[in-house]
């Protein structure tokens, strides 16, 4: 009885497809190890791959090439820090790149705002409202409501940096930024799950605080 005769493929026959996803998944977790760890190769990297991009968005909102690179540069070395301060946690290849889409896109309009209240401060600039290009930029037909939710946007965070306890500063953030369950956020934090679910319990309670001060500030204001 012969025996049958099985077909061996080469190495370079063999589809490298999963390969190559692995190889991409392993270079992103080094990356954000290396970010974290503050190593200035990984550093580099990450100002390298993510330069052009938001230079990119930035072109959309102006003609300036000045302010394409000031808003390039604040937006990548703004989400350099966020990730170093704890605001992204590592979930699934690809993960890291879809974070820092929608932090540099917040972080972006954030300084096109500030642009633009500078501008009509100084007169250069009529205040009625956003421009086409910011419209165009966040995707909706009511770019007044969409600078309201960035204003709320940028409200949260600041009383989130003002929050004295870090293991309940990062734990919210986590939690309403990112979108974790609590287990893992517990995971991430290395932390028991009731004292993750005490953290968040009590930074909303600080978080809350603060935003009903920072909106009677603004009642208050002539």
Same mark, same amino acid.
């Given at each position: ?8 493929? #080469?190495? *370079? ?6 390969? *190559? ?8 977790? &080094?990356?954000?190890?290396? $970010? ?27 003609? !300036?090439?000045?302010?394409? +690179?000031?808003? %390039? &540069? ?9 990730? +170093? ?6 979930? /699934?290849?690809? #993960? ?6 929608k932090r @540099?896109?917040?972080?972006?309009l954030d ?7 500078? $501008? ?6 009529? =205040?009625?409202?956003? #421009? #086409? ?11 007044? @409501? ?14 989130? !940096? @003002?929050?004295?306890? =870090? !293991? &309940?500063? /990062? %734990? $919210? ?12 956020? *517990? ?9 993750? /679910? ?8 600080a978080l809350?605080?603060?935003? @009903? ?10």
């Amino acid at each position: 009885m012969r025996t049958p005769m099985v077909t061996r493929t #080469s190495p *370079a026959q063999r589809p490298q497809l999963p390969h *190559a996803e692995a190889d991409r998944a392993a270079d992103e977790r &080094h990356l954000v190890e290396g $970010l974290l760890a503050g190593s200035p190769e990984c550093v580099t990297e990450f100002l390298e791959r993510t330069h052009h991009p938001v230079f990119c968005m930035a072109c959309r909102l102006t003609h !300036d090439s000045e302010l394409r +690179r000031d808003w %390039a &540069h604040a937006v990548v070395l703004g989400t350099l820090e966020d990730l +170093r301060h704890g605001r992204f946690v590592y979930r /699934r290849p690809g #993960s890291l790149w879809a974070w820092f889409r929608k932090r @540099a896109y917040y972080r972006l309009l954030d300084e096109y705002r500030r642009h633009r209240a500078w $501008l009509a401060r100084s007169g250069a600039l009529d =205040p009625g409202g956003p #421009s #086409s290009e910011f419209a165009e930029l966040a995707g909706t037909d009511d770019p007044a @409501a969409e600078m309201e939710r960035l204003e709320l946007r940028r409200a949260i965070e600041t009383c989130l !940096d @003002a929050i004295d306890n =870090p !293991d &309940h500063r /990062r %734990a $919210l953030s986590l939690r309403l930024f990112d979108d974790l369950p609590y287990q893992e956020i *517990a995971t991430a934090m290395e932390a028991p799950l009731n004292s993750v /679910r005490a953290w968040i319990r009590r930074g909303r309670l600080a978080l809350r605080r603060c935003l @009903a001060a920072r909106m009677e500030g603004i009642g208050e204001r002539p």
